[in-house]
Each structure stands twice: as C-alpha cells, then as structure tokens.
C-alpha cells in the first residue's frame, strides 16, 4: 500500500513541474485508516511546503496518521518554517518518504529528526520516480551541474533544414507545441549566437501552444518564463534581434569580454566564463550556471554547440523530433563533431522514450553508459 | 462473422509468405453450420493451390458449405487444374473472396463462373490486409513494376557508416535477424557494384540467424533464396567477391554491356538495359524485372542508388533499422540526393510501423501522397 500512496503523492508533486523551479517539485499525501485524509504539493518557491498544505487539509486527523512525501522534509528555517517540527506538532506518528534529499548538507538530518522525536520513518518508496521528476534539481545538489537536455528537429536522414531556406519548419504543430512543455519545464534555454542571428527565434514559453492537458495543469498567470542564455564568445548580438527586442525573458550573456552597449538593459546579465581552444569552456560553463541554482537546462542550438556538448558527454538526454521526410546528402547535419575513427568511438545512447506526434516521432535518448 | 472466417483464411495465407513467390499467397477456409470444416493455403508454385487443400480437408463436409478465400480463386488450367471446378463439384455454395484477382485480364471472371453455376458470392471481406499480405503481386499485376523495399541502417544522425572502417556493424543482432526475414520475402535483393565492392556482402538468406518464431513457419529445406541482382553498369565485379565465389543464389548482373568473363555461370544471367544521362535506367529495369516475374525487391545499397530511388520516387517502402549512435557529420550518408532548394521540394513520407528491436528502432516509412 506505501507505493499506492506514494503514487499519489507523486501526481500531487507533478502538478508544479512547471512552476516550483528552482525549488524541487514534492507532493505529500496523509493517510489514515486506510483513507487519505490530507493531500498537498508545493507550487513555488517562497510558497508553503507540500508537508503544511497536507497538514491543514488533515486537520486534526493527522493524529496518528502516515505522511507520504515525495522527498525528505526539510528542518531550517528558510522561507518558511521547517516541516519537520509541523510533522510533529500534528501528531503524525509514521513518515514515509520517497528519497533522501540530494543536498549532501542536509541529507538524513530530518529522518534523524523524526526518529528522535517518535516518529517511525521509512525511506526508497519509490525512490526512482522521485528522483526523475526533479532530475535537474537532484543532478545540481549532487554534482554541482544541470540537467541538460539537447533538443533537435531533424528529418529521417539527420538533417535539420535546408541550407536554401533562412528558416523551416521540419516538424508539424503537435511536435512545435511539445517542444514549449519542455521549455515551460526549464529552468534555462541554452542557446548559440550563430541560432539567434540565423534563425532569430524567440525562445519563449508560449501559453497558447501548450496542449489542452498542459493548459488544465499550468494556467496562462504561472507561467515561469525560462532564463535565455546564449553563448556569444564574439559579443556579435546586437539589440535587433527578438530575444532582445520582443521577449520579456531575462537573458544570460556567456561571453569572454563585456559588451557595453547591453550593460543598461535591466533584463540583460553577462556572465565571464573561461576559454578552451579559444572556445568557451562549456564544462566551467555548466558549472557556473550551477551555482546560480539553474536545475534543468534545454539547449536549442544548431549542429555545433550540440555536437560539442554531445562529444563532451555533457547531455543527460537529446530530445530529437523526427519528421518522416528526407531532405538528402547537401542539407544542415544533426551534429558536428570531430571525426571519429573507430565504430568503439561512436557515441552511444539508448532509446529511453518513443512517441508519435501527429505525423512526427519523438525520441528520447539518454547516455548507454553513466556520464 | 465474414470478417473473422476470412481473418482465419488469411492467418493461412501468411504460412506462405516465405515460399510461394512468384504465386500470390492464399489461404482458405470451409465453413459449415458455424463450424471450420476444411482449410487450406498454397505452400509454393507448382503444388496445390489453397482451394483444393481446403476442400481436401473439408471432404463431404463442403455440400452447402461456404468458403472463405484470400484471393479470387482461379479458373484456368495452369500448373493444376481450375479451382473454380473443383469449389462447384464439391457442393460449396457460397464463396466470400477478400479480393478479385490483380491480373486484369482474368479478374472478376471466376466470380461471373462461379454466379452462374448458383454459387453465392461476396467479395470486399477484408480486401485491404489481403492486398498487404501479396503486394509485390498486386503491385505488379496492376503496374508491371515489382513493389520496392529499401532497407538501411543509421544513426540516429542519418549516417550509416564510418568513412575510416570499410565495414560496420551499427545495428544489433535483432536487427540484423529481421533483415533476414524482409530478405526471405523478397524475389530479389538489389544492390550496386559500389556495395559489393566496398562491404562484400553475401545477401542471402541464413536460416540459422532468422528468429524463432519465423523458424516455426519457415523450415531450414524450404528456404527460397531470392534472386541477387547487382547494377554494375561499368563491369567492375569480378570473380573474387562473396556473392560469386560463395553463395548459391542465382545473380542477375544489370549492364550495358555482357562481360564475358561471366558468360559460362550456369547462375549469373547478365540483363541489358539502357541508360539514361549514363546511367541505368531504372524505371526501365524495373519494368524488366517485373516482366520475369519479380514480385517484391529488396534493396540493400549505399546512398547513392537508395538515393536516385528516393528521388525518383521509385520507393514504395523505406525499412530503416536506426541505431541509438551518433557518428557526426564527417561519417557516410544515408541519402545521395541532388540539392533541394525548398521545403516544398523535401521527400515526403509516413511512419507507417515502429518497432524496438533490442537496442534499436526499426521504422517503416510509406510516400505520403499516392506515387
């Protein structure tokens, strides 16, 4: 019964996938008797806690009640008060949590916590869904880096547009309003200087191309823009350009020098990041990016940032959307990487999703071995 | 009930698929008082057509017995006698057919026999997975041209191999076993000199890495080997390559010229066929291949010939076994196709069938508008 519970209490913390960040998403579900008698979710950051929503929908049943949590309660005072010390003023007398929190710092102190106080605990519920729903935050706590994922559009025979065409469409509709779930889930939108003056996109969230199932979840008031960062090592982005000029969003600069002529935009950030091969080095990017609490990140990029992240093993996951045309041998390729000389050097993923959008496929892959 | 006595007929006619060709599949059901009395299919050219096994089975069973068969049962003396006569002797009065036979010069005519001789006919009862299950044999019927495969392998980036390794495996094993099974369902394989050269293929059929469950249907001795047919418009293959010096299959070589080095192979027979802008023409070879009765061909190329079918739109399925790997843009692609200028230009197609095997994708691709 503890799964079908947590299983609840995971529902209940994907309801802020796209609003809790940078905050992880956590669900939390009281029962007793066998009925649930408290149900709460976190919806942002400065927001109660699932734990104190559940609390006061359980009123005085939480008396000798479980608590199902999707992650380990916190016990600081942050933005609000610790969950802990409510779990146990409501008389709660089991807590079952999913997974430990990933902050070295503070991971297994509330369980200590809890047992010390009377409250018998059990931890791994599943564990691994738990993770999944907050892999950005979870990679960041324990590594310090991210969670990227490469988005691309290509057609059957790995070609992302036409050289003589500005700008195409590869996918259909179905997969151009997925792509915004994915950005409505981010933390960030990496992209290149070389996308921005090519394709001139806005790279936005767009409520009104959210499917209708997104739309019930995230009303058209909550939608978090993500941060836009763009790399341009050579300042070539000029205000003329839609990021800029059209969105609302705040916009990272990644560059080796200041460019002045953006120091006055209020919504304009520039960020130094040190050289490789004359190259931004994408690795103490990341890092950085990390350390402003940026959990997930989409890269919307051309061939070339994506094949240098991806021959750098820096992609957790590439989303690629599949349209059944063939463009041919002479149009713009999937990813530019070095030559690779032995079929052991190619790199290997594993299909971890496959699904059908409208007249388009999409993939899911992550790395075959752990990065 | 039609639909599921005729479902039956053509689970019959699948038994066939590996060994009737150049004769169409068939299966055929006798049903009396609600109860299956008789069934039959045809196993391979020359022996008993699926009527006669039925009706066979059926024995005194078939008086005032309808029968249910894939195909418009025949009413010529070819290599056995008539079906037609035999349904009548038997005292079947009632026949359902999935389909009027192809060939327009005897289509509908058994039917108008059999009405006259009081048999009641229906004809319509799933016509389209009767098509499916012989459609080089309808394709040819109706057009003279052979239905044509392409099968390739890739990354995910639409590369098939590395430049630097003359061979490669991307795909898995599954895959591998199930291009065995698309081959044993082809009259013919087609290939390039450019492919023999450079990978040395055997394309035959090896019985041993077929599945277990096309194991099943398909015994080891009745294994048909398709026909190999190399376009090798310059005369470049020699003796010194697998499909000569090892394989039993029965090559046919498309020239422009007869090389005589190979005029005495009982097994290799050399077709002429003329050019267009210096190459083969293939429009015209097809309709060639479709006079000697090939019905279904499977072509395993490199991307140049898979290319100039693509783009001639010559393709009526592309089979794409698509490895989760990335080889980057320096590596050999899938398509050779002269470069399109517009989006409106791009190849079109469906996904029409997705499969996971083992570790890879197997994606089956149909044109999206009619060729």
Known sequence: MDDFYMNRALQLAYRGIFTTDPNPNVGCVIVKNNHIVGEGWHRKAGDMHAEIYALINAGKNSLNATAYITLEPCNHFGKTPPCCIELIKSGINRVVIATKDPNPLVSGKSLTYLQKHGIQTKVGTMANEAKKINCGFFKRMKTGFPWIQIKMASSIDGRTSLLSEKKCWITDSFSRSDVQKFRA??????????????????????????????????????????????IDSKNKVTSQYKIINQSSNNIWFIRKNIKREFLSLKKIKQILVPTKNENIDLLKMFLILGKKQINKILVESGPKLAGALIKQKLADEIILYMSPKIFGHE??????????????EALEYKFTDIQVLGNDLRLILTPKKNI
């Not at 409520?207 to 939608?223: A, G, P, S, Y």
């Open 185 to 230: 889930q981010s933390s960030a939108i990496l992209s290149s200087s070389a996308t921005v003056m090519i394709d001139n996109p806005s790279l936005n969230v767009r409520w009104n191309e959210l499917d209708t199932n997104t739309k019930v979840i995230l009303k058209k008031e909550d939608v978090r823009q993500p941060i836009i960062i763009i």
């Open 331 to 344: 149009n713009k390729e999937l990813f530019y990487i070095p030559k690779l000389h032995k079929l052991s």
